[in-house]
Structure formats: C-alpha cells, structure tokens
Nanobody
C-alpha cells in the first residue's frame, strides 16, 4: 500500500518561510512526476508546483520566484521551499505523486493527507 506523508506546515508571518516535505512509502515500481497542490477555503484546489523524475519543474504564476520544488529520488521525497509567504498563501497543501505500483500497471495519482499553511497577521 502506498502512502504519502507530508510534514512542515504551520503558522508563519507574512514574509516568512516554510519548507514542506512529502515522503512516498510502501510498495511501488516507480515514481514519475511529484507535485504540490493547495486548497484554500472557498476556492478550487490548484496546482502549485510539479517536478518530473528528471528534475524538470513547473510553477503556478503566483508562486514563481518565491517557491522552489525539489526532490530526492533516493528518498522518494519531494520538497517545497516557500519564501516570502503571503497571507493569501493560506491553504491546505497536498502532496501528489504519479506512480506505478507495478511495471504492468499504468501510473496512478496518489495524494497525501494535506498539511495546513497559515499566514498570520
């Protein structure tokens, strides 16, 4: 069974920083893309950043230049460094991994349980 476990959320003042981590564990064959999404109250879930197994990254326009996604393939872990946080970045952040549990099965999306990031006043 595959699990994605996130950590690193919390309360932060505007302009501050946080680093989120997400480790994939369990039995799987390979991980393709990993990423972070967020869901703010009253809004749709949105993509924040993605990274392929080869290290190619993509970002939402609203976080470019402030957030950095990275991954450690040996540890099956993806990170999100969030700098210059704004109050509007308050949301539950979810880790996503597109992975294959077997070489005979196509890739499927798995999700973490979410971690709260709150920009305080």
């Amino acid at each position: 069974q595959v699990q994605l476990v996130e950590s690193g959320g919390g309360l932060v003042q505007p302009g501050g920083f946080l680093r989120l981590s997400c480790e994939a564990s369990g039995s799987f064959f390979s991980i393709a893309a990993m990423g972070w999404y967020r869901h703010a109250s009253g809004k749709e879930r949105e993509l924040v950043a993605t990274i392929t197994s080869g290290g190619r990254t993509g970002y939402a326009d609203s976080v470019k230049g402030r957030f950095t996604i990275s991954r450690d393939n040996a540890k099956n872990t993806v990170y999100l460094q969030m700098n210059s946080l704004k109050r509007e970045n308050t949301a539950v952040y979810y880790c996503n991994a597109n992975l294959r549990t077997s070489r005979y099965i196509g890739p499927v999306d798995y999700w973490g349980q979410g971690t709260q990031v709150t920009g305080s006043s």
